[in-house]
């Protein structure tokens, strides 16, 4: 098994944390992980991206040109990567922020409703964790219980939040499976 992908969206939605906690998952169940953070000129309201590959085996080169999936929060992630998706790769898209895949794109395109799921879990804030299961949910690297392990070791700082997060990546894991 190997999975290469981008994360891509706004700063501020929580791009970062998704590869972060892909990896987490991945290196606790004894995977191997590349993680690298590329960011614009601003933290928040800025473009970030992250590249992660996740394997089975040692990582080869850190460079990743073709990939097998897209996680686009926003519009202008969806255009600048979807060409970057293998012919049959899957393209994850908050359908709140993207309008639907670009012309020609040979990906399979899932449009996620991260927002609005979020709300209905009382915060947008926890958009970023939907994704993560959503993702999950269709690519089915983890099982339930490693990735939510993943998001307690990562995100167990607050306690407050730990319900919701968990909630979030159930939430998500599902509306990626029936997609």
């Given at each position: 098994?190997?999975?290469?992908?981008?994360?891509?969206?706004?700063?501020?939605?929580?791009v970062m944390m998704i590869g972060q906690l892909l990896c987490c998952a991945a290196i606790d169940c004894g995977k191997e992980a590349l993680f690298?953070?590329?960011?614009?000129?601003?933290?928040?309201?800025?473009?970030?991206?992250?590249?992660?590959?996740?394997?089975?085996?040692?990582?080869?080169?850190?460079?990743?040109?073709?990939?097998?999936?897209?996680?686009?929060?926003?519009?202008?992630?969806?255009?600048?990567f979807a060409g970057r998706v293998k012919e049959g790769g899957v393209i994850l898209a908050n359908s709140g922020l993207c309008q639907g895949p670009?012309?020609?794109?040979?990906?399979?395109?899932?449009?996620?409703?991260?927002?609005?799921?979020?709300?209905?879990?009382?915060?947008?804030?926890?958009?970023?964790?939907?994704?993560?299961?959503?993702?999950?949910?269709?690519?089915?690297?983890?099982?339930?219980?490693?990735?939510?392990?993943?998001?307690?070791?990562?995100?167990?700082?607050?306690?407050?939040?730990?319900?919701?997060?968990?909630?979030?990546?159930?939430?998500?894991?599902?509306?990626?499976?029936?997609?």
């Open positions: 098994m190997e999975n290469r992908l981008i994360v891509a969206g706004f700063g501020g939605q929580g690298l953070p590329h960011y614009g000129p601003e933290q928040r309201g800025g473009t970030a991206n992250c590249s992660v590959t996740l394997s089975d085996r040692a990582i080869g080169s850190p460079t990743v040109r073709r990939i097998d999936v897209l996680i686009a929060m926003n519009q202008p992630s969806l255009a600048k670009p012309e020609g794109c040979a990906a399979r395109y899932l449009p996620i409703p991260v927002d609005e799921e979020a709300e209905g879990l009382g915060s947008g804030k926890v958009a970023n964790i939907v994704m993560l299961g959503a993702y999950n949910g269709a690519a089915g690297i983890f099982s339930e219980e490693e990735l939510l392990a993943a998001v307690r070791k990562k995100l167990g700082k607050k306690p407050q939040f730990l319900g919701m997060n968990e909630a979030a990546v159930r939430r998500g894991m599902a509306l990626g499976a029936i997609s």
